[in-house]
């Protein structure tokens, strides 16, 4: 399963990303309605973009009253406009804060990859944001943790 991988060391919180979300999804040039958002650490010193991570468990859907999040064939968890009654339940169970909200549509939102294209990973000029297969990405993060132990590796 392909997905946004986020490389937080690279983001300099530009936010070029919510822009280019929110123009692609809803037309305006405006972060509070992007299906991205980066999250300032000021005491920490660091930015971290957040965006669905198409949860094993999804809470977003377990408590949706209308079956209006479900989960697509690709591993992808999808709102499907037509079911959503806005009730934000899913909203208050998503655990990193992602799930949103377009008030002029009256529904739930969570990032769809942009049918495979992700225009935020498209316009991170740092490198911040790639799309990629998430197996080759724990496969190679493992690999770099076992060097950096001096344990051999494959």
Sequence with gaps: MKQI??????CTACRECELACSFSHEGVFLPALSRI???????????????????????????????AIQRQLDGQVKVIDERC????????ACPFGVMGFSPERGVAHN??????NPQCVQFCTT???EYADVVAV????KQKAAA???LPHA
């Design 138 to 141: 724990e496969a190679l993060a």
């Design 37 to 67: 958002r980066v999250a300032d650490f000021y005491e920490e010193q660091f930015y971290q973009p957040m965006v669905c991570v198409h949860c094993a468990d999804a809470p977003c859907a377990a408590v949706c009253p209308t079956v």
């Design 111 to 116: 990032c769809d990859l942009c049918d495979g």
């Design 148 to 150: 950096a132990l001096g």
């Design 85 to 92: 009654i806005g009730c934000k339940m899913c909203l208050l």
């Design 5 to 10: 991988v986020v490389h937080q060391e690279k």
């Design 127 to 129: 490198g911040a944001l």
